[in-house]
């Protein structure tokens, strides 16, 4: 009964339009301070204490990273150089569009941050190059759910720290099923463009694609750096994230000397803006998490599967479902801080790997990303754009349809997910 009432409590506090993390820590506070001993001090040392886990300190730095790529320079050079080898090809800009998103978010970990970086510049190339508007928004902001998916990724930071499993691995599992996604992206917008007869603008000579690629490589070698120096465990995925800003600072000051004294309030306004909105979240869905455990809600559901003896992809239908109900109203680092501590002992008592779980996971984050009523690159993209939320939706209605073949790829091919982790990292 508190269990409903608590739920209840958020969906009430949600639809009133209090905001996510409020909603998350009055509703637990209210059924807690009623039905438990909990003291206010208790709680209140429990959020604190849920933000002191070390690898939730790679969010601010892999935020303020993608930050100063986008005031930077460094992913406007990073599209010339895309441009200029992809630009005459059937669909060029399209693809070029989907192939910066890919290596911005391979520095960024953030969805909304990628489709506003990569939209603000190939958005109006688009519409230039003759691209339905309509289109030119769904593909941007389908192209930016790569944020979260391949490495490094906030949500993935977040279901490391739940899991407890090595963010390292995470990363890694995620970095082919990326590929893979962004590839399917590129095969529609080759084979859209054929039909609609798009793209093939003029190409650029080699001495332009020589000098675009020589004054992009800065920029470019960055994922390289952030990914490789994990893989070799050379720094934990936290460093990493902090050299990566030292690094874009280097790169955006000193090589590109686009970094100016008036950008600094700007940038550091932005990335506190992102970094304190999903810790304030984390520490509310703390507490929920706290009055699900003293209820021990996660060991019931688990006591249930092992009675039903529940079919692995039963569940991975289920959940999956309600995945996406959710993602029509709550954004990744909510739905992921509600929802995984309920379903670790089921994912355990059904021998669903932890690594596999969290690429099909973030998959369905990313459909979040992109479904009404709250997905936030559609607002990214029409307020980029100009133009009224409900024209991006349908923009974005096919990308929706690629999305969800991918998520069934990944469910059934398990391999994708676990190559890299299980044969390179072990």
Same mark, same amino acid.
């Given at each position: 009964?508190?269990?409903?009432?608590?739920?209840?409590?958020?969906?009430?506090?949600?639809?009133?339009?209090?905001?996510?993390?409020?909603?998350?820590?009055?509703?637990?506070?209210?059924?807690?301070?009623?039905?438990?001993?909990?003291?206010?001090?208790?709680?209140?040392?429990?959020?604190?204490?849920?933000?002191?886990?070390?690898?939730?300190?790679?969010?601010?730095?892999?935020?303020?990273?993608?930050?100063?790529?986008?005031?930077?320079?460094?992913?406007?050079?990073?599209?010339?150089?895309?441009?200029?080898?992809?630009?005459?090809?059937?669909?060029? %800009? $399209?693809?070029?569009? &989907? *192939?910066?998103?890919? #290596?911005? !978010?391979? @520095?960024? =970990?953030?969805?909304?941050?990628?489709? /506003?970086?990569?939209?603000?510049?190939?958005?109006?190339?688009?519409?230039?190059?003759?691209?339905?508007?309509?289109?030119?928004?769904?593909?941007?902001?389908?192209?930016?759910?790569?944020?979260?998916?391949?490495?490094?990724?906030?949500?993935?930071?977040?279901?490391?720290?739940?899991?407890?499993?090595?963010?390292?691995?995470?990363?890694?599992?995620?970095?082919?099923?990326?590929?893979? %996604? $962004?590839?399917?992206? &590129? *095969?529609?917008?080759? #084979?859209? !463009?054929? @039909?609609? =007869?798009?793209?093939?603008?003029?190409? /650029?000579?080699?001495?332009?694609?020589?000098?675009?690629?020589?004054?992009?490589?800065?920029?470019?070698?960055?994922?390289?750096?952030?990914?490789?120096?994990?893989?070799?465990?050379?720094?934990?995925?936290?460093?990493?994230?902090?050299?990566?800003?030292?690094?874009?600072?280097?790169?955006?000051?000193?090589?590109?000397?686009?970094?100016?004294?008036?950008?600094?309030?700007?940038?550091?306004?932005?990335?506190?803006? &992102?970094?304190?909105?999903?810790?304030?979240?984390?520490?509310?869905?703390?507490?929920?998490?706290?009055?699900?455990?003293?209820?021990?809600?996660?060991?019931?559901?688990?006591?249930?599967?092992?009675?039903?003896?529940?079919?692995?992809?039963?569940?991975?239908?289920?959940?999956?479902?309600?995945?996406?109900?959710?993602?029509?109203?709550?954004?990744?680092?909510?739905?992921?801080?509600?929802?995984?501590?309920?379903?670790?002992?089921?994912?355990?008592?059904?021998?669903?790997?932890?690594?596999?779980?969290?690429?099909?996971?973030?998959?369905?984050?990313?459909?979040?990303?992109?479904?009404?009523?709250?997905?936030?690159?559609?607002?990214?993209?029409?307020?980029?754009?100009?133009?009224?939320?409900?024209?991006?939706?349908?923009?974005?209605?096919?990308?929706?349809?690629?999305?969800?073949?991918?998520?069934?790829?990944?469910?059934?091919?398990?391999?994708?997910?676990?190559?890299?982790?299980?044969?390179?990292?072990?």
């Amino acid at each position: 009964m508190e269990t409903v009432l608590l739920f209840s409590i958020f969906v009430f506090l949600f639809l009133l339009n209090v905001p996510i993390a409020v909603s998350l820590a009055v509703a637990a506070l209210i059924v807690l301070g009623t039905t438990t001993d909990f003291t206010m001090y208790m709680i209140v040392q429990r959020m604190f204490a849920a933000l002191l886990s070390p690898p939730l300190m790679a969010i601010p730095a892999f935020v303020f990273a993608g930050v100063l790529m986008s005031h930077g320079g460094i992913s406007r050079y990073l599209i010339a150089a895309l441009r200029a080898w992809l630009g005459h090809l059937p669909g060029g %800009l $399209a693809v070029v569009t &989907i *192939a910066a998103c890919a #290596i911005f !978010a391979a @520095i960024s =970990g953030s969805s909304p941050a990628t489709a /506003a970086a990569i939209g603000a510049i190939m958005l109006p190339a688009m519409l230039e190059g003759g691209y339905d508007k309509r289109y030119a928004m769904g593909l941007i902001a389908a192209s930016g759910t790569l944020g979260i998916l391949i490495p490094p990724s906030v949500t993935m930071v977040v279901y490391g720290v739940v899991a407890e499993e090595s963010v390292g691995k995470l990363f890694m599992g995620g970095l082919l099923p990326g590929l893979f %996604l $962004a590839g399917l992206l &590129i *095969a529609s917008a080759v #084979i859209y !463009a054929k @039909i609609k =007869g798009y793209g093939r603008g003029e190409p /650029a000579s080699w001495r332009e694609r020589w000098t675009t690629t020589v004054k992009a490589l800065p920029g470019a070698f960055l994922p390289f750096f952030i990914l490789g120096t994990i893989y070799k465990g050379v720094v934990t995925p936290t460093e990493a994230a902090v050299l990566s800003v030292f690094y874009t600072i280097i790169v955006s000051a000193f090589i590109y000397r686009e970094l100016k004294p008036g950008h600094i309030r700007i940038i550091f306004r932005e990335a506190i803006n &992102i970094s304190s909105m999903i810790f304030l979240i984390i520490a509310a869905a703390m507490v929920f998490a706290l009055f699900l455990t003293a209820e021990q809600v996660p060991h019931k559901i688990a006591d249930w599967i092992a009675e039903n003896q529940l079919h692995k992809y039963a569940f991975f239908f289920a959940t999956n479902l309600m995945f996406f109900i959710m993602g029509t109203f709550l954004e990744a680092v909510s739905i992921t801080l509600i929802t995984l501590p309920l379903l670790l002992p089921m994912i355990k008592a059904l021998n669903i790997d932890l690594i596999h779980f969290a690429v099909v996971m973030t998959v369905n984050m990313e459909l979040a990303m992109i479904t009404p009523p709250v997905g936030l690159n559609l607002f990214v993209v029409s307020a980029m754009a100009k133009e009224r939320v409900e024209e991006v939706v349908k923009g974005v209605l096919p990308f929706i349809l690629i999305l969800i073949f991918a998520l069934v790829v990944f469910i059934f091919w398990e391999d994708i997910s676990l190559y890299i982790p299980r044969v390179l990292m072990d």
